[in-house]
């Protein structure tokens, strides 16, 4: 793996990291049947081959076409890595020899053999596909829990995108037995909504009336269960990074954003709550989404001085 990295840097430049083994690699397998069905029928979307090759940007590094059929016909051991965020390098190997390396940009259109159009216009039948996980809570390990002060919550403290404030920070609490919980209370509602919209371990009837703000200026409304939300994120691949804009008596501001680093995107999602609902764990927020915004561009979608 060594040699392969430092000599796929040459080419790129940059730092590779290793995609781990999730829906992500089965993306990528279909991506390069498509590729590989294509070049036997002689043409690509339409396009010669080679045209389609060069104005996608798509590279071998090693081997070819036929190394690549044959690899994906013996379902060889495939490695993915990401380089800089930008572009893929895909191996395949027999045994310990890598066979074919094929490279190409992380672009999810290119990758999900869609257009935005489409993508944005299936979203939610994706969504409402989407298996609600059952609400398990799952072992924190203790040492990485910070104090907050003298309270009785518990800090995870997670990663940040763009602003420190926007981040995946869980919130814990101490119960009966001396097991450390996830915090669920309406007295912290900021908290309680920041473990509620990064991950499905807590059961909740909670709504988002999403109007959705397509390409074109065109809007879609749908109402989606938040954990359905959440899991449909977490099971494309997304991180899902929280933050809170403003908060007064009976209305919070929040931003939320779907990253999906390995595809180039993310759902970036404004909502807002009163506090209220949280005491029988029901209740619809109000949402506006952009959905599959370019990484370079989710700056342009919300500003610093937003948050408080």
């Keep these: 793996m060594t040699t392969f990295v430092l000599s796929l840097l040459l080419l790129v430049g940059g730092s590779a990291t290793a995609v781990a083994q999730t829906g992500v690699e089965r993306q990528h397998y279909r991506f390069l049947e498509r590729l590989t069905e294509g070049y036997a029928q002689g043409e690509i979307q339409g396009k010669p081959v080679d045209t389609y090759l060069r104005e996608e940007k798509i590279a071998f590094l090693q081997g070819g076409f036929s190394q690549l059929q044959a690899a994906l016909a013996d379902t060889s051991a495939m490695e993915i890595s990401l380089v800089d965020g930008k572009r893929y390098a895909v191996s395949f190997f027999r045994g310990d020899q890598r066979t074919v390396i094929i490279s190409y940009p992380a672009s999810y259109q290119l990758i999900l053999g869609t257009t935005l159009m489409e993508a944005e216009n299936r979203l939610f039948e994706d969504v409402w596909r989407t298996p609600i996980p059952k609400a398990e809570e799952h072992q924190v390990v203790e040492e990485l829990l910070q104090q907050m002060g003298s309270s009785a919550v518990y800090l995870l403290a997670g990663s940040s995108y763009v602003l420190p404030e926007l981040n995946t920070n869980r ?21 309680t909504m920041a473990n509620l919209a990064t991950g499905t371990d807590i059961d909740n009837q909670l709504m988002l009336d999403i109007r959705m703000v397509k390409y074109g200026y065109r809007t879609e409304d749908a109402t989606v269960p938040l ?13 899902p990074f929280f933050g809170v804009i403003s908060s007064e008596e009976g209305k919070v501001v929040c931003e939320y954003v779907m990253q999906n680093e390995a595809l180039g995107y993310a759902h970036v999602m404004k909502f807002e709550f009163n506090p209220a609902i949280l005491v029988d764990r029901k209740g619809n927020m109000s949402a506006r989404l952009n959905s599959y915004v370019p990484i370079s561009n989710v700056k342009s979608l919300f500003k610093e001085n937003e948050y408080k």
Excluded: H, M
């Design 171 to 191: 919130y814990y609490v101490k119960n009966e037995q001396g097991k450390f919980e996830l915090l669920y209370s309406e007295d912290l509602p900021l908290e």
């Design 227 to 239: 954990r359905q939300w959440v899991a449909f994120g977490i099971e494309q691949g997304c991180t």
